[in-house]
């Protein structure tokens, strides 16, 4: 069955290529792709997808128009909803918040997997959605893969007192590393040689990542919260620490914990050690895992997150709800 859906693709790198697969797969039509070099209007979507398939940079396409603007070839296409796909910015939030906004502002619904704007300025962006009508549909922007953004939305208006969640899977990796005998310097060059810390892996190991998606997790609970709100103490201080790396090899847990109690306006991200006990000491390798306090019980969330091709997954479901809410 051909899904009728015109999607523009903003962003083509790892998860954008793999949206372009599972949309091919769903039967809708990409209407135009950017990447930083440019954009596609109106080329034959099966070479989109071909390119996709092989692993290719868009600009290979013969009829990229180079310094084509995303949302001005979304415009021009005819999308009613943008994939966006481009990197976080988490210095001044650009060119990712005026992507949105004038996406938004032209009437065209996102599904997104940057954290950036979400992270920065949550109700700002989703009271400018609902006045356009528009639809922004997140669940990739946290633990990609387990469904917690829903998680978030069921439990709002109930009573929660914490979240605990380990919410990285590079920082979780490292540990694991260490714990085996690599020294920290070692981990690091590991995790990015596996494609698994970003070039600057700070934005892992100082906690920017995890605490853009605690920010968006208690924003969606209901809560005014900002990255810049979210304290961060960085993973490398206890992994560079002989006496501390010799008590995670005695078999303590530690973990990077994303930590909230969103009724005080608390958010913090820290290296912690658990009790064996804790749930969330069993969350380890691509596992993400999520454990809110509520009414004197627990509610627990964990399973695997990430890599590329299941992100891509996560935002076709955002897409179908979109599909499912959209009038005509
Ligand atoms: N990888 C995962 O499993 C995962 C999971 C959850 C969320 N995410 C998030 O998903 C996003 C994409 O990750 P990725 O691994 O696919 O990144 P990536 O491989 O670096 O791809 C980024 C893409 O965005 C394009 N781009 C950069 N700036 C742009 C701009 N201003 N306008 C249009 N396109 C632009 C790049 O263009 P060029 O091709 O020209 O470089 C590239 O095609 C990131 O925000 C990441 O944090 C990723």
């Not at 494609?195 to 005014?224: M, N």
């Amino acid at each position: 069955m051909k899904a009728r859906v015109k999607v523009a693709l903003i962003g083509f790198g790892n998860v954008g290529r793999h949206v372009a697969l599972e949309l091919s797969k769903l039967g809708a039509t990409i209407v135009s792709a950017s990447s930083s070099r440019g954009s596609l209007v109106g080329a034959d979507p099966g070479s989109i997808v071909e390119l996709a398939r092989r692993g290719g940079r868009l600009h290979e396409h013969p009829s990229l128009e180079e310094d084509l603007d995303p949302v001005e070839a979304a415009v021009k296409a005819g999308a009613e909803v943008a994939m966006i796909t481009i990197p976080p910015s988490y210095e001044t939030g650009e060119p990712n918040r005026s992507i949105y906004y004038r996406l938004i502002d032209e009437g065209i619904s996102i599904v997104t997997a940057d954290k950036t704007v979400l992270a920065m300025w949550f109700r700002e962006t989703m009271s400018r959605a609902r006045s356009m009508g528009v639809y922004i549909g997140y669940r990739a922007t946290v633990a990609a893969g387990i469904p917690a953004i829903d998680m978030a939305k069921g439990l709002r208006g109930r009573d929660v007192d914490e979240i605990e969640a380990v919410l990285n899977s590079t920082t979780n990796y490292l540990i694991t590393l260490v714990k085996g005998g690599m020294d920290y310097q070692s981990a690091v060059r590991k995790a990015i040689e596996d494609q698994l810390a970003e070039p600057d892996p700070r934005v892992d190991t100082h906690g920017l990542d995890p605490a853009a998606k605690l920010a968006i997790l208690a924003s969606t609970l209901g809560y005014e919260a900002r990255l810049e709100q979210v304290e961060r103490e960085p993973l490398d201080k206890v992994l560079e620490d002989p006496e501390q790396v010799d008590r995670l090899r005695s078999g303590e847990p530690l973990r990077y914990i994303a930590y909230a109690e969103p009724k005080r306006g608390v958010y913090r991200v820290e290296p912690r050690w658990l009790p064996e006990t804790s749930p969330l000491a069993g969350v380890t390798g691509i596992y993400n895992g999520i454990l809110a306090r509520l009414e004197g019980e627990q509610v627990l969330l964990t399973g695997p997150v990430g890599p590329a091709w299941r992100t891509a997954k996560v935002m076709i479901t955002d897409l179908l709800d979109y599909m499912e809410a959209r009038v005509g």
